[in-house]
């Protein structure tokens, strides 16, 4: 797998509190160092109760933070200063931390970290931090009735402070810790630099479906995993992001709007960039159905030949343009053929509709998780070919997004008017 290292260069000081979640940090370590990130755990006494801080120390490279010293290790990393990282494993010449994430986090250090208590180790770092301006990430675990209005309410208090807060998962009588991609993403989020910060971003992925009948439907291969990969890019850079699709990707940093049909999508795609403050940037990313039909009532009969009557659907790019003549739309163009006609035919689109920026790819990278496109700008005179998973093209779609929309090295330009 192709880990994208968003977190290269970054230290991230994780907090390992006494919920029976602290198992999962090894993973979550796991995790942010295979996107480039240095990894320095402190842990609470209890939390060493549950896991060994050996365990975390094999799992970071570092040993973990377990005790109080005359170091004051919370100033050392969260105190908005920092030496240089020298490899000392024992915190001496710490290097300053960039982000503090606290997983688990229990009731017990929510209600500390809100009330300004930092009698625990992963409190006072908390209480530093907040002090020093360093972002502080909170995954909190714990049983469901404990996750009472009182916690709620000290949530809210953190919330206010400035502090993000990722999940829990209600489910089992547990509010359990989110998952571990979710936190990374949200991880990533807090530590990037990117332009597209504040801009509002409706993507289209995956396929639509035509019914036949209540059992058959009329599709095609695409899978969604260019929409997701996305709407996830967007998200990791700062953007308010929805995605109109048929799947679920269940990240409650992206808004999803369900739908099934191409006309379903496309009165999504309209109402929602009639809402309140519209969007910067349309991404139409889906492999919307060409035709469709009138369905039976009843399941049909398959005991003889059938003979479909298809006709055309809406168009979504020419209802957009329509409705909204001055936004800024990208569009993905697909063929079978490759080549010079693939390109050709992606400037066609690009002018017929009025697009900002067309991804050209072929009907070849329907379905996987890898793929190639050619990515087209300056009104066709721009070509930029790229490769590799579907992670990696969301990114230079992203690069190349950020030159169109004239945000590159700087904040979004409609955002700053």
């Not at 530093?128 to 309410?153: C, D, F, K, Q």
């Not at 967007?234 to 049909?261: K, P, Q």
């Amino acid at each position: 797998m192709d880990f994208t290292k968003h977190l290269a260069d970054k230290t991230i000081v994780l907090g390992i509190t006494g919920s029976i979640a602290a198992v999962r940090t090894i993973e979550l370590a796991h995790e942010l160092i295979r996107r480039g990130a240095t990894v320095q755990a402190v842990m609470t006494e209890p939390a060493t109760r549950i896991i060994h801080p050996d365990a975390i120390e094999c799992a970071t490279g570092r040993a973990a933070i377990t005790g109080w010293t005359g170091r004051v290790s919370w100033v050392e990393y969260c105190g908005g200063g920092g030496g240089s990282d020298d490899g000392d494993c024992s915190g001496g010449g710490a290097r300053a931390a960039d982000l503090l994430l606290i997983a688990p986090c229990t009731a017990s250090t929510i209600g500390k970290i809100a009330h300004g208590i930092p009698d625990t180790l992963v409190s006072i770092f908390a209480t530093t931090a907040l002090g020093a301006g360093v972002p502080i990430i909170v995954a909190p675990a714990m049983h469901e009735s404990m996750y009472n209005p009182i916690v709620r309410g000290n949530i809210e208090i953190l919330r206010d402070q400035g502090v993000t807060i990722v999940g829990p998962v209600i489910e089992e009588g547990k509010a359990k810790i989110a998952p571990n991609d979710d936190i990374v993403r949200w991880a990533e989020r807090a530590l990037g630099s990117y332009a597209p910060s504040g801009m509002r971003v409706l993507i289209t992925g995956g396929a639509t479906a035509e019914p036949i009948d209540p059992v058959r439907i009329i599709t095609s291969r695409a899978s969604g995993r260019m929409g997701a990969a996305l709407a996830y890019e967007a998200f990791r850079r700062g953007a308010d992001v929805t995605l109109v699709h048929s799947g679920r990707i269940g990240f409650s940093g992206i808004r999803e709007i369900y739908v099934e049909t191409a006309e379903e999508m496309t009165g999504a795609v309209i109402g929602e960039l009639g809402t309140d403050g519209g969007y910067d940037l349309l991404i139409s990313a889906a492999a919307i159905s060409d035709y469709t039909l009138d369905p039976a009532a009843e399941k049909i009969r398959s005991d003889r030949q059938l003979t479909l009557d298809l006709r055309p659907t809406r168009k979504l790019l020419e209802a957009v343009r329509g409705a909204y003549p001055d936004l800024a739309v990208v569009g993905f163009k697909l063929e079978t053929a490759g080549g010079e006609t693939l390109i050709e035919r992606a400037k066609a689109a690009m002018k017929r509709y009025g697009l900002s920026m067309v991804v050209a790819n072929t009907a070849e990278n329907m379905g996987g998780g890898e793929g190639e496109v050619w990515i087209i700008t300056g009104g066709g005179r721009d070509v930029i070919h790229a490769g590799g998973t579907k992670d990696v093209i969301a990114g230079t779609v992203f690069d190349s997004v950020e030159q169109v929309m004239g945000t590159a090295g700087g904040e979004c330009r409609e955002c700053s008017e």
